[in-house]
Structure formats: C-alpha cells, structure tokens
C-alpha cells in the first residue's frame, strides 16, 4: 500500500473521531503524527496489516515529509482543488468516510480505527 493510499483511509478515520483540520505544517501535527508512526512500529497488529507503509522523520528536522506531501495529494483527490497549502478541511461527511474506508479491509479499517485514537488523542 502505498503512503498515499494509507493517508486516504487515515484521513476518513480521522473524520469518524471528529477531527475536523490537519495541518501537517505545525509542529503539534507532526508530534501527533509521529507518535501514530511509532504504533504503526510496535504493534505487531498493524505493522502486519500495514507492512509496506513506512514513514521516516527527515533526519535534519524531524519532519514528516511523507505527512506533508500526502496531506497535499489528498487535497487535490478529494476536494478536488489546489490552493496554498496550509491544512486540509475535513469537512467532507461521516458517511462519505465510511464509504472511503469501505475500500479497505476489516482489518486495515480497524487498524486505522487505532491509529485515529492516537492521532485524536483518544487513547
């Protein structure tokens, strides 16, 4: 699976728990999302259901620039636009989440249920 298509279904799950923004330009974001990629590294569930999804922090910021970069494809693919960057709205419905997540596994769906409480800081 590719980072892209991973962010996709992270996103919907993000928007099941409510979160309505992400910026991964700021810093608590990045934070956020770093913690998400160490359970994607520990837990022997997810790593098994997401094997090929690899996130690194760049070695001289310690950003995501996977984060940034998919954040901004995603923009495009679902909204349907570009403009400056500076977040992604999530202001698309629960059911239009549901219906992006139903492409995906029962397992990566839960899988993303997880990661999503992490990110939302609902754990």
């Known amino acids: 699976m590719e980072s892209v298509n991973f962010l996709k279904g992270f996103v919907a799950s993000l928007r099941l728990e409510s979160i309505e ?3 991964p330009l700021r ?8 913690e998400v990629v160490h359970k994607m590294n520990v837990d022997p569930f997810i790593r098994e259901v997401f094997p090929r999804v690899i996130f690194k922090p760049s070695p001289y ?3 995501y620039f996977d984060f940034v970069n998919g954040m901004r494809g995603l ?5 349907l636009f570009y403009t400056d960057f500076a977040g992604l709205h999530l ?4 059911s239009f989440a549901e219906r992006i997540l139903n492409s995906y596994s029962n397992d990566q769906k839960e899988a993303f249920g997880k990661l999503a409480l992490i990110y939302a800081r609902k754990n």
């Open 27 to 34: 810093e608590d974001h990045q934070k956020r999302f770093g």
């Open 21 to 23: 923004f992400v910026n």
């Open 75 to 79: 923009q495009r693919e679902l909204l």
């Open 61 to 63: 910021t310690g950003r």
């Open 91 to 94: 202001d698309f419905s629960h």
